[in-house]
């Protein structure tokens, strides 16, 4: 059997028993629980990337925010990963790429998954302010500012940040317009904080952990959870190890992060949003680099941060519903269950996505 082979199995026979047990403790008959799975990102290769959805489908995800591109990749290789993804999905019926949140609840209707693109870093505008639009049209409903390194919009986690360019905020001004949503995962904290007091609409971390939990510049400060949550945002707590804590990824990690965030500043500030890679993509050993890659490997990845002793590890979609019943073993109320889950990330769509087909119009 082929490790993708195997993976697929286990989710299948994993997947379905949990998700019904999930159900189970947390949703009355009725109450919308819905899994909201705000970052995935496997590396574009090609439209046979689409078939890696099928883990979310056999998990019982409801939604899944899927990525196109990031600053190592040149911009015009987001284009490609869109439109070779685009027309995968569209050839499934079980699936619906949604530009809106209502094409969202009618996926639901329909019984498909629902998905939308999003984009770690502004290096993919290729320093035009026009293609936000653009992006926007494609499907693309959240864009962080810049991937670990500064680019030509702000600063990165890994980088010297000096803030926000006028380019920058030239870019969070029009996303507010268009209504995609600003994302300062992967940014540096003075280029959050600063997109986070410009935005006019609701930020979020996409997926992000907790450094107080775990010392790692990915990570994000207590300054930076309260002043999303006071935009009214969300941070998605990633299941990778390297942000959780000593040791493999754990659904017992996961709920430690998102509890802490509840407890900072509440239950409809937090999220999930895994960033699993179900492919077995890992990162190639140092010595079989060009000078060149390596190059470009410690500035995205520098060394200091993602030792080569601590090999990727990240929690899989079928682990949604497990963290969904851990929260409730914990006496979380369902309401707050269903926000965590899905309900806070919705909010969020409701209140910055267009609320049409029309790019740019202003939410009600
Ligand atoms: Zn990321």
Redesign the pocket.
Known sequence: MKRRDLLTASALAGGALLTSRAYAHVGEPGAELRYWDN?T?FGYEGPQDVALLDHWRKAGAHYVCV?VG?DMMPWSTTILAIADYTKAIEARSDLRLCATLADVRAAWRAGQMAVTFNI?GMGALNENLRMVELYYKLGIRQMLIA?NANNAAGGGCHDKDEGLTDFGRAVIREMNRVGMVVDC??SGIRSSLEAMRLSDKPCIFS?ANVRALRDHERNITDEQIKAVAATGGVVGINGLNLYLGEGPATVEGVVRHIDYIAKLVGTAHVGVAL?SDPSGWTAPPAESLTPEMAALFEKYWPARQYPSSVKDDFLQPKALPLIAHRLSAMRYAEKDVRAIMGGNFMRIASQVWAPSRVVGQEAP
């Open positions: 970052h990102g990525n990031f770690e991937y995962a992967h997926h960033d």
